[in-house]
């Protein structure tokens, strides 16, 4: 099954003159940054180790483009053929990795579409995938932005909404969606990247008006893939009504949940749960990290995860067990764990009509911001939000939706280091007095590169966190830095606004 696998990769690789190729997407050359992780594993890890801690004060900006637009960047970009892409919502830019001049800019026709963001773009060959506001994937030619094909994914009149960036495996292009605030069916769904056609579809919970069955698990971030066990590894949203668990009894199965899928069949391996009976809109989205490395002695192949309900989870990613289940903050919500080490929601918690006081609050322990893992020091770090928020039922919101409100009282942003063998933090780093919206990027140079609540991009060492450069950005970052080598010089790709800002040392 592994050989035939390895020949789906060869046959594949010689298809593609140019643009990306199964191989590049296995482990990225120094001048690319293919996909939106950088590699399949999410680490977000780079090897390049030109900027080190000695000379990294020293950085200047080699270029910014500036979108114009009013939208800020959120995405992720790739760079593939010395051409970076990236997108906002209804537009996708081609930018030139040396010089920031624009290749080209594509605009979606407009669309009442919910325009909350983009993620990113990704690339299969020479073409190019983007997920739009209503709900639709369109296919573009890299070269010049041309529509090839356009699909609708999910009905937008329904309340679908799409906003991440896909993950490409093999000939599959892997799709999710956002519509928690509705009583939707969240899914998975397979694309082919020739003619648009769905191949296959997995569903995180039944049809809507299944008796005695929750609706949600939306999909709304992109996934990790183990070309090992050849498995995709994807986080899910809350269940529906949000806030009301009372007409959900039970677990809830396969919301808030990390779950392996077959990437050629759509089913389902295992799934692990972050957060059962979830009342908090505590999405289990965030990203699972996949890392081979020792776990107390002995080589285990893992998927981490600090979810947005407060925990840490190591578990074995061929298996689905929990090998480490932990706060990394203040929690508050659980009484305790079962016997998978999965949490157990403490029902004083849930919301109710004279209010609770939780932790973290509404917007989570972390959230959509993109964690790093540095395998030299055995960190995982993550933009990381310690809170606590009020949580009401209002009985007159009706059944379904939100059912109630949640209302914040007290938060701050920091940087956190976690030693994956013990889910202890290692160090912190204050970014400001609110959470910031930059996810993390780390190389083997031992830094670190993230933005605070202020507007700043940062560069930290990974070692203890201690800050070593920083520039204003006028603006603070929603994105996920990147790095690229190109001509022999380093780049450090960052994002506030609506510019795209590169830094490098000084030729």
Not at 377 to 406: C, E, N, Q, R
């Amino acid at each position: 099954m592994k050989l035939s696998h390895h020949l789906l990769w060869l046959t594949a690789s010689t298809l593609f003159a140019q643009g990306t190729t199964p191989d590049m997407l296995l482990k990225p050359p120094k001048d690319s940054w293919p996909a939106y992780h950088g590699d399949y594993s999410g680490r977000r890890h780079s090897a390049l180790t030109q900027i080190n801690p000695q000379n990294v004060g020293g950085l200047t900006l080699a270029w910014a483009y500036q979108t114009g637009a009013n939208a800020q960047i959120k995405a992720s970009p790739i760079l593939v053929d010395g051409v970076i892409y990236f997108s906002t919502p209804d537009n996708v830019y081609a930018v030139d990795a040396r010089s920031g001049h624009q290749v080209w800019h594509y605009t979606y026709p407009p669309n009442k579409g919910f325009h909350i963001g983009s993620r990113g773009v990704s690339m299969y060959g020479e073409w190019l995938y983007f997920m739009t506001p209503d709900a639709h994937l369109v296919c573009l030619n890299a070269k010049d932005g041309t529509v090839r094909w356009n699909v609708a994914v999910a009905d937008s009149q329904r309340g679908y909404w799409t906003s991440m960036s896909p993950l490409i495996v093999r000939n599959h292009v892997l799709v999710g969606v956002s519509g928690d605030f509705d009583n939707l069916t969240g899914f998975i769904k397979s694309v082919d990247p020739e003619t648009g056609k769905t191949q296959w579809r997995w569903d995180s919970t039944p049809p809507s008006g299944t008796p005695n069955a929750t609706t949600g698990g939306m999909t709304w971030m992109t996934g990790t893939y183990d070309p090992e066990s050849d498995t995709v590894f994807w986080g899910t949203g809350n269940p529906t009504p949000v806030l009301n668990g009372d007409n959900r009894p039970g677990d809830d199965p396969d919301t808030c949940s990390i779950v392996a899928i077959d990437p050629n069949t759509g089913k389902k391996k295992w799934a692990f749960q972050p957060s059962p009976h979830d009342t908090h809109d505590w999405d289990a989205v965030e990203i699972p990290v996949l890392v081979n490395a020792d776990f107390h002695g002995a080589p285990r192949k893992m998927l981490m995860q600090a979810s947005r309900n407060g925990y840490f989870f190591v578990l074995d990613r061929l298996t689905g067990e929990s090998l480490v289940t932990t706060p990394f903050g203040p929690v508050n919500w659980s009484s305790g764990l079962d016997q998978k080490r999965q949490p157990i929601p403490n029902p004083a918690k849930n919301p109710a009509q004279d209010g609770r006081l939780v932790a973290p609050d509404e917007g989570g322990l972390t959230n959509y911001r993109s964690p790093s893992f540095d395998p030299k020091t055995g960190l995982f770090i993550v933009s990381a939000h310690p809170s606590y928020g009020i949580y009401f039922t209002k009985p007159a919101d009706g059944t379904f939706g939100w059912a109630g409100a949640d209302y914040g009282v007290w938060g701050k942003g920091v940087l956190q280091a976690i030693d994956y063998q013990t889910g202890k933090t290692v160090w912190t780093h204050e970014l400001g007095p609110n959470s910031a919206g930059a996810g993390v990027l780390t190389t083997e140079s031992g830094l670190l590169f993230t933005g605070d609540a202020q507007g700043s991009v940062l560069a930290l060492r990974t070692s203890d966190g201690k800050t070593l450069w920083h520039a204003g950005q006028g603006q603070s970052m929603q994105s996920s830095p990147i790095t690229y080598e190109l001509d022999g010089r380093q780049y450090v790709l960052t994002s506030g606004g609506g510019v795209m800002f590169a830094w490098a040392l000084p030729e």
